[in-house]
């Protein structure tokens, strides 16, 4: 893992997610809150501060028994500037595995169990550091076949009647 200089370290599929990992959800636009307005039109998809794509975000089930509680199902945003295609689906299963490209952890205080110090106590602060996880693109991984088409049985000709 390299860190950038920004808060930023650049890491790589070998490094995150050694055992693989899978989509356990379909490709989500990310809302920008404080541009979207209230109403079907106003929707405002989030845009990278760094490079000014759309962001697009999907959840990912890691395949390693053994990595800490918050690899083993996690979001991934993805900065493109058009939404980005889902690997196929693995033959028999309904699973996507998925490698992604240009990946990057952003560390960030997670303050949501940090409250005031209540009368009487001490403050005692829950935060902790958590990580965003980023990535320039998705795509199946080396090896993985699309699952094969399967066929629509012909309707008869008799129109089904007994």
Known sequence: MQ???????????EQLLPQGAWLVSEL??????????????????????DTGEELWSVVVQSGDLEAPAWLHRFKVKIASAVAPELPPVMPGT????VHFEGLMLIPYLDDKNCTGPEPGKRHRCRGKVAYSVRASGMRAPKGSKPAPAVPVPAASASGGGA
């Not at 989500?28 to 501060?49: C, H, M, N, W, Y």
């Not at 309904?94 to 595995?97: D, K, L, N, Q, V």
């Open 3 to 13: 860190a950038t200089g920004y808060g930023r370290y650049v890491t790589s599929m």
């Open 28 to 49: 989500e636009a990310i809302k920008d809150f404080d541009r979207s307005t209230p109403g079907a039109d106003g929707f405002v998809q989030a845009l990278d501060k």
């Open 94 to 97: 309904p699973f996507r595995p």
